[in-house]
């Protein structure tokens, strides 16, 4: 992912008024580490570690130009919890009319419709950064201002490597 703007999903809503410090993956703490250091999707990631159904709260979401762009809240099923607040960046050209139709109505988070349609994907990891809370951020994640949360940029592709999505993935402060 070398050469593109990492967090692009995440400034197409919020500019940049959060400062990000990009981390090795082993300087993250080990919760996020644990959630976040990985090839697979995230949905089926915190849906193992939560033992809960992930759900999908989208809040912003635009479509244009055979893209699909959204800002949403993974929650847990059983409690409502948050437990990542995304933006997302996807390639709606990939899909056939079925989970395509799952991806524009927000039905699933993105990870669910692949597994559930069974797409082949790849995950490429591009990049694990901290990031002080924001306004947005406290009022999605439940954090407290200026909080430091651990998030990644990722890169999905389809089983032939044509692009799927770019996310940024962002947690609200995990206990080990």
């Known amino acids: 992912m070398a050469g593109m703007d990492l967090l692009a999903p ?5 500019a940049a008024d959060a400062p990000v410090t990009f981390v090795a993956p082993e300087a993250l703490p080990e919760g996020e580490r644990r959630l976040l250091v990985h090839d697979g ?31 949403s809240i993974l929650r847990r099923r059983d409690t409502g919890a948050a437990v990542e607040f995304g933006a ?28 559930e349609n069974a797409i082949p994907f790849t995950s490429h990891p591009g990049g694990f950064f901290s990031i002080g809370a924001t306004a947005y951020l406290t009022e999605y994640l439940g954090a407290s201002a200026g909080q430091v949360l651990y998030g990644r940029c990722n890169r999905l592709r389809h089983g032939d490597g044509r692009l799927l999505a770019d996310v940024v993935e962002i947690l609200p402060p995990v206990s080990a």
């Open 10 to 14: 995440l400034r197409r809503f919020y």
């Open 41 to 71: 999707d995230m949905t089926s990631r915190l849906a193992a570690h939560h033992g809960s159904v992930i759900t999908l709260e989208a809040h912003e979401m635009t479509v244009a130009d055979g893209y699909l762009q959204r800002v």
């Open 88 to 115: 997302i960046r996807i390639a709606l050209d990939g899909f056939t009319a079925e989970p395509r139709g799952q991806i524009e109505r927000a039905e699933l988070p993105l990870g669910a419709v692949l597994v």
